[in-house]
């Protein structure tokens, strides 16, 4: 497991992102947990730092908050590395309290396929945060 505390210049808030090899199912998973700033340059830079230090070879997950929806330089950035949308078709995400956008990300790549993926629209997590979570079921094998 590792954190990474990204580069940032006041007044944003710093950012960063935090890695783990899982084992799922028999499988090693690399997990990456990020949440990216709201200045799009600032974005750009942070995944370019991230995506220096992952592996191309052994399934991983990169998921959290893009702050942009897709179709946009970040995603652009992820999916270009291979990864997929594991939740393209879950619904919005932001604002928790009446979900218009889609920012927060799943993707997945190397090994991954996924099986289900949904939006956890439910009161509890309206008031747990101002993002809804999203729920992706995953298995070992590539897409088809």
């Known amino acids: 497991a590792a954190a990474y505390r990204l580069p940032w210049e ?15 199912g028999g499988e090693k998973v690399r997990v990456v947990v990020v ?5 799009a340059g600032e974005r750009e830079r942070h995944l370019r730092l991230l ?30 590395q291979g990864l ?7 619904g919005p995400t932001f ?8 920012i927060d990300a799943v993707l997945v790549g190397y090994g991954l396929r996924v099986t289900a993926a949904r939006v956890l629209d439910v009161p509890a997590a309206r008031v747990a945060s101002d993002h809804l979570p999203v729920v992706v079921d995953l298995a070992a094998g590539e897409e088809r």
Do not use: K, M, Y
């Open 10 to 24: 006041l007044p944003r808030t710093r950012r960063g992102a935090s890695t783990a090899r899982v084992l799922a």
């Open 84 to 90: 997929t949308d594991a939740a393209a078709h879950a």
């Open 35 to 39: 949440h990216l700033g709201l200045d």
């Open 95 to 102: 604002p928790a309290s009446a979900p218009a956008q889609r």
């Open 51 to 80: 995506l220096d230090r992952l592996p191309r070879t052994e399934p991983l997950v990169v998921l959290g908050d893009v702050n942009e929806v897709p179709d946009q330089p970040s995603w652009r950035t992820l999916l270009a």
